[in-house]
């Protein structure tokens, strides 16, 4: 092997090798008046940044020095549903995303073949949108306490209260697990027009919600058209905190009503139907019913119903 090159290639590598190592404690250190920063732009552009990358997630790392626990991303839904794409999201850099957004776009569109997306335990600040191709698809957290998707729209700020959402489903069959969506706008007080602010919008048909949290005030969750079904949930708000026209059911769930006061009136539902032709409507069984002041099930003026105290 020529000499030159043999000395060129053994002090790009040393040097590839020192940058990797550096950067997972600063990026910002000086060695002879070079900055690792600018060396590590270098070797991205080569290319063998990333191969050194890759043997670092490899042995459980990150470059921020973080240890990653892969044992997170092993889930029984894989089995169950027989997913063979499985998307990881964290913020600490151990996923291969780090927003939900970014997951969601990698899925495969109109795929017959379900995608799972596993969250790890953080607050993630975006507004995602789930569209119509995304079909089939999974999404995963660690608990609805513990991976929660958050943004802070309100009707007045988004132009609609349909597109004050944080999440929006779109997409058919899809599944949450384990996964807390709340809207956090400031509580309007009672009566105030353009304080609306949906945490979730689904639309997408045959939809599942097991073991999810729904958090904010009015209209908290806009179970808008479609058949959907919701499983061991929390769902909390002020007035027509689940509203739409779907068809749902809602099993063994916890409803809690949060008041904007001592005396102000709350109400659980705005179920939309124009005619009581529509095979619409909403179905609580087994459901607890908490929080305080009076509580309504659903308030007058839709069709075939009236008032119902519970409260």
């Known amino acids: 092997m020529n000499t030159n090159k043999f000395w060129f290639w053994s002090s790009v590598t040393a040097i590839a090798l020192l940058s990797f190592v550096l950067s997972f404690y600063t990026t910002n250190i000086s060695i002879r008046g070079i900055e690792v920063i600018f060396m590590k732009r270098i070797f991205e552009q080569s290319g063998i940044y990333e191969i050194f990358s890759f043997i670092g997630k490899s042995l459980g790392l990150t470059r921020s020095g973080v240890t990653c626990d892969t044992t997170k991303w092993k889930s029984a ?81 988004s132009k609609g209260t349909i597109y004050s959402y944080t999440v929006c489903i779109d997409a058919k069959n899809f599944i949450a697990y384990d996964i807390g969506f709340k809207n956090t706008a400031p509580r309007p007080a009672p009566g105030a027009v353009g304080g609306q602010a949906v945490a ?52 063994d769930c916890e409803i809690n009503s949060v008041p904007s006061g001592a005396k102000a009136i709350g109400a659980i539902a ?32 839709m069709i075939g119903e009236t008032p119902k105290e519970i409260s």
Not at 216 to 235: M, P, S, V, W
């Open 77 to 157: 839904l894989i089995a169950k549903y027989k997913v063979e794409l499985v998307l990881t999201v964290d913020q600490n850099g151990c996923g291969k995303f780090n927003t939900l957004q970014k997951a969601v776009a990698a899925v495969p569109d109109n795929s017959p073949k379900p995608t799972l997306i596993i969250l790890d335990a953080g607050t993630y600040k975006e507004k995602v949108l789930v569209g119509v191709k995304k079909i089939n698809l999974i999404i995963q957290g660690q608990g609805y306490q513990k991976t929660m998707i958050t943004w802070n729209d309100t009707a007045a700020s």
């Open 200 to 251: 979730l919008r689904v639309r997408g048909d045959q939809s599942a919600f097991y073991n999810c949290g729904f958090f904010g005030f009015q209209d908290t969750l806009n179970d808008a058209e479609g058949r959907h079904y919701f499983k061991h949930c929390h769902i909390e708000g002020t007035v027509d905190f689940i509203f739409g026209n779907a068809r749902s059911l809602y099993q």
């Open 270 to 301: 705005a179920q939309q139907r124009a005619s009581t032709k529509e095979k619409t409507g909403f179905s609580f069984v087994n459901c607890k019913i908490g929080g305080s002041g009076k509580l309504f099930l659903q308030m007058a003026g």
